[in-house]
């Protein structure tokens, strides 16, 4: 039995995908790797090529045009086999130890006949430059090692949030129930991923292991101050794409701690996109800005109000252009230097 699906998501990958392809392949015949090649122009579609045929039972790739991030996610979730599924990005890697723990309990809860909608597990920002990391844990917010649902989740705080790389969804879950599909051709689409699919989770289980390792270090990483600047028209696509998604109603309607959750995630995700649109000024920037609330005030004028006059989406709202700009910028190099990332 396949009790886990990996996809690897690769462009232009040959310099590290190795070293991802080689920490997941330590989950032998329990796991399958799906490596999509995303239209990439180097030898990351030989380097793949080689794995599958080394690995038939295991490995399997796709080559496909270049779609984007999401684009990969879609492909390995269409062929995903695994009772669950998770998505590794080609940079990254796993960490042994805690892989050997997440599969001995995946096992344990299919021979048991009691498995979650969705494990959850710590992630670790690896500082390549100067082997240094920061692991952001859930040991305060989930109970460890027990079966639960969202009423035994403590409300989220600040910046912590689940992120993509903490998430192990069952694969029914996106894909029967959720049907989820991410959007081509844009950066920053696992914010989709991370919250979307919630609603459809009720069982869950928090392993406190230091699971996913997030390689830090890169120019071209997405985030990147300069990198998220620039690509401000997609993040209002993502925010969009999550407003959309579930309206007031149907988040008052979830249990108590994910229906905090969620209000909690998308303030965060607000501050977010603000960031990237308000961190310069053009015309462009200010439309981009106006059109962003206009949409969701006519879609939904109950999370209008619940999302534009949170505390501190309200203080990164109302200050002036410029001002705001400068706070959003602070605050955010401010995080990224607790955490030393980017």
């Known amino acids: 039995m396949k009790y886990l699906t990996f996809a690897v998501p690769c462009y232009n990958s040959q310099e590290y995908m190795r070293k991802c392809i080689e920490s997941l392949l330590a989950g032998g015949e329990e796991v399958e790797i799906v490596i999509v090649n995303d239209g990439s122009k180097d030898d990351t579609i030989s380097i793949a090529r080689e794995y599958e045929e080394k690995y038939p039972t295991i490995v399997r790739v796709v080559d496909k045009e270049n779609g984007g991030h999401g684009s990969g996610v879609n492909a390995g979730l269409a062929l995903a086999q695994g009772l669950y599924y998770k998505v590794v990005d080609?940079?990254?890697?796993?960490?042994?130890?805690?892989?050997?723990?997440?599969?001995?309990?995946?096992r344990r809860h299919e021979e048991e006949?009691?498995?979650?909608?969705?494990?959850?597990v710590n992630y670790v920002y690896e500082h390549v430059a100067d082997n240094t990391r920061h692991v952001s844990k859930y040991d305060k917010k989930l109970p460890a090692d027990t079966m639960t649902d969202w009423d035994g989740v403590?409300?989220?705080?600040?910046?912590?949030?689940?992120?993509?790389?903490?998430?192990?969804?069952?694969?029914?879950?996106l894909r029967e129930q959720c049907g989820l599909v991410l959007p081509e051709h844009t950066f920053y689409v696992d914010d989709i991923y991370s919250y979307v699919p919630l609603p459809y989770t009720r069982k869950i289980y928090y392993?406190?292991?230091?699971?996913?390792?997030?390689?830090?270090?890169?120019?071209?990483?997405?985030v990147n101050i300069v990198n998220m600047v620039k690509r401000f028209e997609m993040q209002k696509r993502v925010m969009l794409a999550m407003t959309d998604a579930w309206t007031y109603d149907d988040i008052k309607k979830q249990p108590k701690g994910l229906k905090k959750y969620m209000f909690h995630a998308l303030a965060d995700y607000m501050v977010t996109t603000l960031l990237f649109i308000c961190a310069e000024d053009s015309p462009e920037r200010r439309e981009?800005?106006?059109?962003?609330?206009?949409?969701?005030?006519?879609?939904?004028?109950?999370?209008?109000?619940?999302?534009?006059?949170?505390?501190?989406?309200?203080?990164?709202?109302?200050?002036?252009?410029?001002?705001?700009?400068?706070?959003?910028?602070?605050?955010?190099?401010?995080?990224?230097?607790?955490?030393?990332?980017?």
Do not use: N
């Not at 006949?113 to 959850?120: A, F, G, V």
């Not at 879609?299 to 006059?309: A, F, H, Q, T, V």
């Not at 001002?323 to 955490?339: A, D, E, F, N, Q």
């Open 113 to 120: 006949k009691d498995l979650p909608d969705l494990y959850i």
């Open 207 to 222: 392993l406190d292991i230091d699971f996913y390792r997030y390689f830090i270090g890169r120019a071209d990483q997405s």
């Open 154 to 173: 403590k409300p989220f705080r600040f910046s912590l949030m689940l992120l993509m790389h903490s998430l192990v969804y069952k694969t029914e879950v």
């Open 288 to 342: 981009a800005h106006k059109s962003m609330w206009a949409h969701i005030k006519e879609r939904d004028r109950k999370l209008y109000y619940k999302l534009r006059y949170r505390t501190y989406v309200l203080l990164a709202t109302i200050l002036p252009w410029k001002p705001k700009g400068w706070l959003l910028v602070k605050g955010y190099k401010t995080l990224c230097k607790r955490i030393k990332l980017g």
């Open 90 to 106: 080609s940079d990254d890697w796993v960490d042994a130890e805690a892989y050997r723990k997440l599969l001995a309990t995946i």
